[in-house]
């Protein structure tokens, strides 16, 4: 059985070296992406492909960034009825149910299965099971041919979004908390207060101040992917949810980090300054 990933970011290429150790062949897309991604299809063991041929794989999973979650739906829905094929669908992207349920309705039922799915974790290395790949929706079991070639699947019993869902609220409280902390330390350096937040996150809050030394620095190359995820959350919580603007806000600390990023770092410099204690 061919299996299709489309997006071979750290991600998605992950996920198919792990298959691809395992005895499957991995298709993928991947017209106009950068020499550094196909360099990285490459070396995970991904055949590239047209999108007609992704298109006619048993299984297309689409690991992509939850901005593009959209239009890759549209464009492989378009290749599948131009081949006049059914096959199955999993959406593996950090996005709301509402966002879900409108990949769902791209592909209508004369696509084939459309799953949602979510991954919690980093991407799979060498000698770990991570991370977890949750799917809902599956009532054919479309997702065992993963869980049979190395990839941790756990089934949710519910409709399409319970998946998506469950990333929302797992993320929103793991970036969420990262974010929360990259705040209030550019605060504190800002007031002049670094060295004595620093000081008292390690006497009262020490497993704080160790997720934040290790969560902030992982973050920053991350951060213009994050910016997305965190307005589907928002989305998902709703207008009536207040808690919907801290996302809101969130999503716009993590632009303001992949923009000093992209200037220099002055910011994660000030912030690996303190995390490392002056250093």
């Known amino acids: 059985m061919e299996i299709a990933v489309i997006g071979a970011g750290a991600m998605g290429s992950a996920i198919a070296k792990r298959l691809v150790e395992n005895g499957v062949s991995v298709l993928t897309y991947l017209v106009g992406r950068s020499a550094v991604t196909i360099k990285r299809a490459k070396m995970a063991g991904m055949q590239p492909a047209d999108l007609d041929a992704v298109a006619g794989a048993g299984l297309i999973l689409s690991i992509v960034p939850p901005a593009t979650a959209i239009a890759v739906a549209e464009q492989t829905a378009a290749a599948i009825r131009r081949r006049g094929l059914k096959t199955t669908f999993m959406d593996c992207n950090a996005i709301s149910p509402q966002t879900m349920k409108q ?33 809902c929706g599956d009532a054919g079991d479309s997702s065992a041919v993963l869980a049979e070639h190395g990839i941790q699947v756990r089934r949710i019993d519910g409709p399409i979004g319970a998946a998506s869902a469950l990333k929302m609220c797992y993320a929103g409280i793991n970036k969420g908390v990262t974010g929360l902390g990259a705040a209030m330390l550019l605060a504190a350096i800002r007031s002049g207060a670094d060295a004595a937040l620093k000081r008292e996150l390690q006497e009262s809050l020490p497993d704080l101040d160790t997720k934040l030394a290790s969560a ?11 910016v997305a995820e965190m307005e589907e959350i928002s989305e998902f919580l709703g207008e009536d949810d207040p808690a919907a603007l801290i996302f809101k806000g969130m999503a716009g600390l993590y632009r303001k980090m992949a923009e000093d990023r992209e200037h220099g770092g002055l910011l994660a410099e000030q912030l690996d300054k303190l995390n490392n204690g002056g250093r």
């Open 216 to 226: 902030i620095p992982d973050m920053y190359p991350k951060a213009y992917r994050w």
């Open 103 to 135: 990949v769902a309705e791209i592909f209508g039922s004369d696509c084939g299965t459309v799953l949602d799915g979510s991954i919690i974790g980093g991407p799979p290395k060498a000698g770990q099971k991570g991370p977890k790949l949750y799917v």
